[in-house]
T-cell receptor
């Protein structure tokens, strides 16, 4: 079965530090991959999306993610954390030919001043 | 402004009561989805609809029902058969199939009295 694993339910960084949120997926064929962000008591919004056009995907708010097929990973990074980045981040995969998007359990990012 | 609206923001259910959550979109999207979000579990698909007058069960459809009589509307009813309804419910839509970006509403928090 297809699955998405986000390593670390909570990640804490200092303001200005590198943000790294990990995501691994299982899929027999290259899937579509997404990162969504959710602020407290709100819906999700798309940060970025991988559709096989390029392995390094740039998103909004300075985030980017790199698709590594050999590692089945799609980790999210941002060079310098800002207080406004504090939120919950979800990695998601749409297995090619599937009928639904599969979401990871989420990683809550805390940013310390 | 195009988007998805959900109402109410908070909903209280008494034991044995059916309640209906509203979801409306003006994005002209064909596909609509209902997710349930519980802490630490990510998003779980309840129902989805790819076209008017058609919908399919997701992973956790028991105790829920939906209708799709209009393209813009996809209401979710939480029936008395759902024994643990307390959760955050998110409605989403996409142009067609799930490989497209999903756009989420702000959510409805359902609490049991």
């Amino acid at each position: 079965a297809q699955s998405v694993t986000q390593l670390g339910s909570h990640v804490s960084v200092s303001e200005g530090a590198l943000v790294l949120l990990r995501c691994n997926y299982s899929s027999s064929v290259p899937p579509y991959l997404f990162w969504y962000v959710q602020y407290p008591n709100q819906g999700l919004q798309l940060l970025l999306k991988y559709t096989s056009a390029a392995t390094l995907v740039k998103g909004i708010n300075g985030f980017e993610a790199e698709f590594k097929k050999s590692e089945t990973s799609f980790h999210l990074t941002k060079p310098s954390a800002h207080m406004s980045d504090a939120a919950e981040y979800f990695c998601a995969v749409w297995p090619t030919g599937g009928f639904k998007t599969i979401f990871g359990a989420g990683t809550r990012l805390f940013v310390k001043a | 402004d195009g988007g998805i609206t959900q109402s109410p923001k908070y909903l209280f259910r008494k034991e044995g009561q059916n309640v209906t959550l509203s979801c409306e979109q003006n994005l002209n999207h064909d596909a609509m989805y209902w997710y349930r979000q519980d802490p630490g579990q990510g998003l779980r698909l309840i129902y989805y609809s790819q076209i008017v007058n058609d919908f399919q069960k997701g992973d956790i459809a028991e105790g829920y029902s939906v209708s799709r009589e209009k393209k813009e509307s996809f209401p979710l009813t939480v029936t008395s058969a759902q024994k643990n309804p307390t959760a955050f419910y998110l409605c989403a839509s996409s142009i067609a199939t799930p490989q497209e970006t999903q756009y989420f509403g702000p959510g409805t928090r359902l609490l049991v009295l």
